[in-house]
């Protein structure tokens, strides 16, 4: 994951370390090859340009400038930067409730990741000690519910289903059996499409303001770069989510999704999802991410 961003800013740094003193011409011109590093990793332009002038104003302090190791101090700066841009801390779960279940509702795109999501969270708590239930709300398209039911019985968890399209009486009857089972987690699965529409967006607040989730979660294909960071804010306008769930980061995702979407949308990344197994699923902590962002 985020090999060329990864090269392209070595080689920023490498010059760096190569020069006696450290003063604006110079900085000036690692400043643009980071800047082009970043365009080049899809990342929101004005994020960019905001990140590149704090990484500048910071790395010409006077700390820095007379210090040791200059080029190492602006490696940790720009370290500390990406952390920051990323979220800074890890932001967990929220399952907080007076009336089990806590409820976890996961929206986003056909195709990103979502079903899949449902079943590796639902297998994480499952392990944490909790005792969660799946709802299969993604009711138009039988392969779906299809899906979580297979992967339900591959973690161990039990999922609710109706053999019909009404997603609003899946969810409530399935938070009904939820309270009968005594299930203090509900991960409610729903519909997406291809792209974002009226009637996906229509339905998704109906089912907010009937569940009233603890935890809203948008998932999104890290792969889709700056496209990501524009579903991200249409679904976010529309449903303001609690926080983003980004998969696929196993791909030669170049980083634009990771880098961009908290800055954009102002809500934490909770989860990163690397695979298609039920444990490639991480919590996100944006610390980590920049390290591996620097090599
Ligand atoms: P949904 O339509 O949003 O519910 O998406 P699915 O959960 O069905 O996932 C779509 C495809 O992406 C499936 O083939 C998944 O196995 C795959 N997938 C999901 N998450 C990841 C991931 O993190 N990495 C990889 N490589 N594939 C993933």
Redesign the pocket.
């Known amino acids: 994951m985020f090999e060329s961003l990864s090269d392209t800013l070595e080689g920023a740094f490498r010059k760096l370390a190569g020069q006696a003193t450290i003063n604006e011409i110079n900085i000036g011109i690692a400043m643009r090859d980071i800047k082009r590093a970043l365009l080049g990793a899809d990342v929101n332009y004005k994020v960019v340009k905001k990140l590149v002038e704090d990484i500048r104003l910071k790395s010409l302090g006077e700390d820095v400038v007379k210090s040791v190791s200059p080029a190492q101090m602006i490696v940790k700066i720009v370290s500390d930067e990406l952390t920051e841009l990323m979220g800074g801390e890890q932001k967990p779960l929220n399952l907080s409730t007076k009336n089990l279940p806590a409820v976890v509702m996961v929206a ?13 969270l639902a297998k994480r708590l499952k392990k944490g000690g909790k005792n969660p239930m799946m709802v299969a709300a ?1 009711v138009y ?1 039988p392969a ?1 519910v299809e ?1 979580l039911k297979t992967l339900g019985l591959e973690v161990g968890v039990p999922v609710f289903s109706l053999d019909e399209q009404d997603a609003m009486k899946v969810a409530r009857e399935g938070l009904e059996a939820a309270r009968r089972g005594a299930h203090d987690v509900l991960i409610l ?1 729903t519909a ?1 499409r291809l792209q974002i529409d009226d009637r996906m967006m229509a339905e998704a607040e109906a089912l907010k303001n009937l569940m009233k989730p603890e935890e809203l979660l948008f ?1 999104v ?1 890290s792969m889709m770069g700056q496209e990501a960071v524009n579903t991200a804010k249409a679904f976010n306008d529309r449903l303001d989510f609690d926080g983003v769930v980004l ?5 030669d995702s170049r980083g634009g999704a990771a880098l961009s979407i908290r800055q954009v949308v102002e809500k934490p990344i909770k989860f ?5 197994k039920m444990d ?2 991480d919590q996100f902590y944006p610390d980590r991410m920049a390290q591996r962002i620097l090599g």
């Open positions: 986003g795109l056909q195709g990103s990741g979502k079903t899949t999501f449902c079943a590796k993604d398209r779906a899906q699965d997406g998932v294909d998969t696929k980061l196993d791909g990163m999802s690397v695979g298609e490639d699923l």
